[in-house]
């Protein structure tokens, strides 16, 4: 099973709004709509930000956002801020009953 | 407090084993699906294996299937990893996680211990 695709980095400037690709295929992100997003930050354990396409975990900021079209899942940050700085990372159920991350992002602030 | 807090890491030679445990508390352990997964020094998360929470069912990465064993004990409330003919390349911070909901495979990973350390190296 492949890693699904992501940018290695994406930067912006606060308060603007960057989106975070994660490519995969009709066999996992296409297939379903079991698409997660983590981030993580230095030494620390991923947080679980988005699940199921587009929901958002309570206590997550609404400033988060997902969606999917067709094999390709997003995630939006808006309004971003400095404490955005980290790394995220998809996920997806997968037609062979796995799961896969994707390759991950290094999200920078201006 | 909820919480998952993994041990069992260490350093082992390749072919080598280990037992990892991940000990479960604050909530009801037995109505969650739960998961190992790992991240090498300076790389992206890896889904390693996952048990349903009547752990009846279960499935492993291609990249560990055949060597690793996955349990779970509802008494002890912890989840279990058991890695067998252990290679270099399974080297990595193992990390135990507790799916979104309850009862359901939501292949989201809502709660997650720190994380412990496997190393294999000659």
């Known amino acids: 099973q492949s890693a699904l695709t992501q940018p290695a980095s994406v930067s912006g400037s606060p308060g603007q709004s960057i989106t975070i690709s994660c490519t995969g295929t009709?066999?996992?992100?296409?297939?379903?709509?079991?698409v997660s997003w983590y981030q993580q930050h230095p030494g620390k354990a991923p947080k679980l930000m988005i699940y199921?396409?587009?929901n958002r975990p309570s206590g997550v900021s609404n400033r988060f956002s997902g969606s999917k079209s067709g094999n390709t899942a997003s995630l939006t940050i808006s309004g971003l801020q400095a404490e955005d700085e980290a790394d995220y990372y998809c996920?997806?159920?997968?037609?062979?009953?796995?799961?896969?991350f994707g390759t991950g992002t290094k999200v920078t602030v201006l | 407090q909820v919480q998952l807090v993994e041990s069992g890491g260490g350093l082992v030679k390749p072919g080598g084993s280990l037992r990892l445990s991940c000990a479960a508390a604050g909530f009801t352990f037995s109505d969650y699906y739960m998961s190992w997964i790992r991240q090498a020094p300076g790389k992206g998360l890896e889904w390693v294996s996952y048990?349903?929470?009547?752990?009846?069912?279960?499935d492993y990465a291609d990249s560990v299937k055949g060597r690793f064993t996955i349990s779970r004990d509802s008494a002890k409330n912890s989840l279990y990893l058991q890695m067998n003919s252990l290679r270099a390349e399974d080297t990595a911070v193992y990390y135990c996680?507790?799916?979104?909901?309850?009862?359901?495979?939501?292949?989201?990973?809502?709660?997650w211990g720190q994380g412990t350390l496997v190393s294999v190296s000659a």
């Open positions: 199921e396409v587009t």
């Open positions: 009709s066999r996992d992100v296409g297939g379903f709509n079991y």
């Open positions: 048990i349903s929470s009547t752990g009846r069912t279960i």
């Open positions: 996920s997806s159920y997968t037609r062979s009953t796995t799961r896969v």
């Open positions: 996680a507790r799916d979104w909901v309850q009862y359901y495979d939501s292949s989201a990973y809502y709660l």
